[in-house]
Antibody
Framework: QVRLQESGPGLVKPSQTLSLTCTVSGGSISGGNFYWSWIRQPAGKGLEWIGRIHSSGSIHHNPSLESRVTMSVDMSKNQFSLKLSSVTAADTAVYYC??????????????????WGQGTLVTVSS | EIVLTQSPGTLSLSPGEGATLSCRASQRLTNTYLAWYQQKPGQAPRLLIYATSSRATGVPDRFSGNGSGTDFTLTISRLEPEDFAVYYCQHYGRSPFGPGTKVDV
């Protein structure tokens, strides 16, 4: 059974870089149709997809965050990571990592997220 | 870019009642691979339904998904106390999630 666990600082100062790592256990981060995604949720609000990465290095971004997002995979540690630069209070949220199954049908892509990590709250404040 | 809207925003029901949640896409979904998630307070979302109508592992059969084109539904046949939560629909894209429907007592 695959499990995901986020880790990283819970408090980041404005203008600095938020860094999170997701550790995958119970399965390999390498190969197949699985990407690995980051999703965030401000308190009391809905879900916002940040981006996904494949072990091959393929990356898809949410265009609204793309200029500030860096993602990477460390297959030796079975981990993937997120860096979000120049943070402001608007980046305060619970950040989730999730396994992201991506497939194709009829020339278009589909996906679903399963499982999810438990989430980690990141607060941007001085 | 496809935008998902969900209705109603809040559904107030009692245990034992049935619930029908709606998810509407701004454009016809050519592959109709829609997913549904359940989120309880303080917890991560949990996949309930994928590919419009397939239940994820361990999901009770009182949950069912249906739809095509632009209109999709999640039906809960008889609400159990643990089903009161927020439900999100999701499709592939840059803004993949709908805004959610809260099922309230």
């Amino acid at each position: 059974q695959v499990r995901l666990q986020e880790s990283g600082p819970g408090l980041v100062k404005p203008s600095q870089t938020l860094s999170l790592t997701c550790t995958v256990s119970g399965g390999s981060i390498s190969g197949g149709n699985f990407y690995w995604s980051w999703i965030r949720q401000p308190a009391g609000k809905g879900l916002e997809w940040i981006g996904r990465i494949h072990s091959s290095g393929s990356i898809h971004h949410n265009p609204s965050l793309e200029s500030r997002v860096t993602m990477s995979v460390d297959m030796s540690k079975n981990q993937f990571s997120l860096k979000l630069s120049s943070v402001t209070a608007a980046d305060t949220a619970v950040y989730y990592c999730a396994r992201d199954f991506v497939g194709a049908a009829g020339g278009t892509l589909y996906n679903w997220f399963d499982p999810w990590g438990q989430g980690t709250l990141v607060t941007v404040s001085s | 870019e496809i935008v998902l809207t969900q209705s109603p925003g809040t559904l107030s029901l009692s245990p034992g009642e049935g619930a029908t949640l709606s998810c509407r896409a701004s454009q016809r979904l050519t592959n109709t691979y829609l997913a549904w998630y359940q989120q309880k307070p303080g917890q991560a979302p949990r996949l309930l339904i994928y590919a419009t109508s397939s239940r994820a592992t361990g999901v009770p059969d009182r949950f069912s998904g249906n739809g095509s084109g632009t209109d999709f539904t999640l039906t809960i046949s008889r609400l159990e106390p643990e089903d009161f939560a927020v439900y999100y629909c999701q499709h592939y894209g840059r803004s993949p999630f709908g805004p959610g429907t809260k099922v309230d007592v």
